[in-house]
């Protein structure tokens, strides 16, 4: 059984929600409150956390923030009634793992869950298969603990920081496109939102390069996207 918290303010859609995440033998948690969903989210361990972004004392994009700042890496989907392009942007670029736009329907919501849990069960599923960590001069990186190390010293990733760093190092010298990599590690088409992927790769090379003019693992292949290094030991 899959624990999830639903912060929304609109009971209708927080019934609709708990409706069907029960048919998905989810145990819900429920909040109509930004500010109390907080609390909750930082005070209680979750399977999955749905925020819509206008609540009540505490919008859900400040909450996804805050959690990541405070190391909470628990899958996060955003709900959203603006359609606007930075708002979708936004979301995903403080932490978020998914995003839906109001209205959406319920096939999509049941299928957009699936996804993140089959995301989890494989991450969980991994640490029993004997995954080596990456070692590249200085860094390593562990799949099955998800754990990333700069030197000895622990670098903390976001999930989506960590997934875009381990599928490019796991690949290196292979150049991927920003749709690809939207593709491959949101897992959804996000036609337009290529920025989304530069926003992560800037923030991962904040976290792991020495000199930002000068990336060591992860290069820019110009006119197509990114690479890491494979001429590293």
């Not at 989810?26 to 500010?35: A, L, R, Y």
């Not at 999509?108 to 069960?121: C, L, S, T």
């Not at 496109?177 to 996000?190: A, H, K, M, V």
Request: hydrophobic share 35%; aromatic share 8%.
């Amino acid at each position: 059984m899959k624990t999830v918290l639903i912060v929304e303010d609109d009971k209708n859609i927080l019934e609709l929600l708990e409706i069907h995440l029960k048919d998905l033998y989810c145990e819900v948690t429920m909040e109509i409150n930004g500010k109390q969903g907080y609390e909750k989210a930082i005070s209680e361990p979750f399977d999955l956390i749905i925020l819509d972004i206008n609540l009540p004392e505490k919008d859900g994009l400040d909450i996804c923030r805050d959690l990541r700042a405070n190391k909470v890496k628990t899958p996060i989907m955003m709900l959203t009634a603006r359609t606007e392009e930075i708002d979708k942007i936004l979301g995903l670029e403080t932490g978020a793992d998914d995003y839906l736009t109001k209205p959406f329907s319920v096939r999509e919501f049941i299928a957009r869950v699936k996804a993140i849990f089959r995301r989890m069960d494989m991450t969980v599923g991994s640490s029993f298969e004997g995954d080596t960590a990456l070692n590249f001069s200085g860094l390593n990186i562990d799949k099955s603990k998800r754990k990333v190390l700069k030197s000895g010293e622990r670098i903390d990733l976001t999930p989506k920081e960590f997934d875009l760093l381990y599928l490019l190092a796991s690949n290196p010298g292979k150049s991927y496109t920003r749709e690809r990599l939207l593709s491959l590690i949101w897992g959804y088409e996000f036609n337009g939102y290529e920025h989304t992927v530069n926003s992560h790769v800037n923030r991962l090379r904040v976290k792991i390069e020495d000199d930002l003019n000068e990336p060591k693992y992860i290069l820019t292949t110009w006119g197509i996207g990114y690479r890491f290094n494979d001429e590293l030991t």
